[in-house]
């Protein structure tokens, strides 16, 4: 390991650090005018007029301001150093599951690796291990708070995560048995050569990428939050930056929840008979970054157009959509998976 490699990775985690956390603070400005455009309003459009500063530029930037310069209140009954660790715990484990993802193509044609942590074997593994950690966040900072409506939410979030963590895993295993990897860039690569993966696991998509809601506390599924019923939920006693840790967070794991949609399901860079792992080179690896982001910006919109058209569960309906829809379905799409490879592998070939 020579120092250039390492220089190299270093160089790369300040980069994906510093584009995601970017990209949060400009997808807070594209919900809030999603939400405009669905109840017929303008949205923001008056910050930095008298600047003659467009708001797009600069609405971001004073959000960011008033989490720093807010006062920071914490509550003289709440579990101090636990109180102040749940914030971190959010935002850590969102961001370092960026660590296996292969933003781009990767292999010894490519003149640049596109990935933080090279050559995991398991990388989808590492993604999910690392993903489930972030209610460990929601439960601390819910029942460190002291507060009535917190631990509700608290209690809530285990309860609600735990349950679509079964249907997320299940649904990943049939495509990984598809494509016979649990290596992003090969279950990438096998795509380019066969066809996207919700093609060969439509059901599977479907349950990965609802599950996803749940995962990530949005509407439908955002019951710990519950602002009509809970107040702010596990977040009420938090404020200023602790808040917005929370917040930036949860929009990190929107980001890793949509990047792995679109590596598992829609190919990732791939698009077919247009950008494949035969076109090499500088522009076509630019290209294939592009159709990547983009893949995953077209997933977030979507999640943020589900929040403003569909209104909430009741919490048992919550329930039982995992328990007696979702898992039941998750393990015959992997049952029937794992009959048809086994068939196809012996006597197929």
């Known amino acids: 390991m020579t120092i250039w490699f390492l220089i190299g990775i270093v160089v790369k985690i300040l980069i994906v650090v510093g584009v995601t956390q970017g990209a949060v603070a400009y997808l807070i400005l594209v919900e809030r005018k999603v939400a405009a455009y669905s109840q017929d309003r303008i949205g923001p459009n008056r910050c930095g007029r ?8 600069l609405l971001p930037l004073a959000d960011g301001a008033k989490m720093l310069l807010k006062e920071d209140v914490i509550p003289k009954y709440v579990t101090k150093p636990i109180y102040l660790m749940a914030p971190w715990i959010a935002i850590v484990t969102a961001m370092i599951g960026f660590a296996a993802a292969p933003f781009g193509p990767l292999g010894p044609d490519q003149w640049i690796d596109f990935q933080i942590a090279p050559n ?7 993604i999910m291990a690392i993903g489930s950690l972030a209610v460990y966040a929601v439960i601390l900072g819910g029942w460190a708070s002291n507060n009535k409506y917190a631990f509700i939410g608290g209690l809530r979030s285990s309860a609600q995560l735990i349950s679509y963590e079964i249907p997320l895993g299940l649904s990943i295993l049939g495509m990984v048995l598809v494509a016979g990897s649990l290596d992003l860039n090969r279950i990438i690569l096998w795509q380019d050569s066969h066809g996207w993966g919700c093609l060969y696991q439509p059901l599977a998509f479907v349950l990965f990428f609802t599950s996803a809601f749940a995962e990530t506390n949005r509407l439908p599924f955002d019951l ?10 596990f977040h009420t006693e938090y404020s200023a930056m602790k808040f917005g840790m929370f917040f930036l967070g949860e929009y990190l794991h929107i980001i890793t929840a949509c990047f792995v949609t679109v590596a598992l399901f829609f190919g990732g860079w791939n698009l077919p008979w247009i950008l494949t792992s035969a076109h090499t080179g500088i522009v076509f690896t630019a290209l294939k970054v592009l159709v990547f982001a983009g893949k995953v910006a077209l997933a977030i919109l979507f999640i943020m157009w589900v929040r403003w058209t569909l209104p909430r569960f009741r919490y048992d309906q919550l329930m039982d959509l995992a328990w007696k829809s979702m898992i039941p379905l998750a393990l015959i799409n992997l049952a029937a998976t794992a009959a048809i490879v086994q068939l196809v592998r012996t006597y197929w070939s």
């Not at 995991?120 to 590492?126: F, K, N, T």
């Open 224 to 233: 710990p939050e519950s602002e009509q019923e809970l107040v702010a939920g």
């Open 120 to 126: 995991i074997d398991i990388g989808v593994l590492y």
């Open 50 to 57: 008298e600047f003659g500063i467009p708001a797009a530029l």
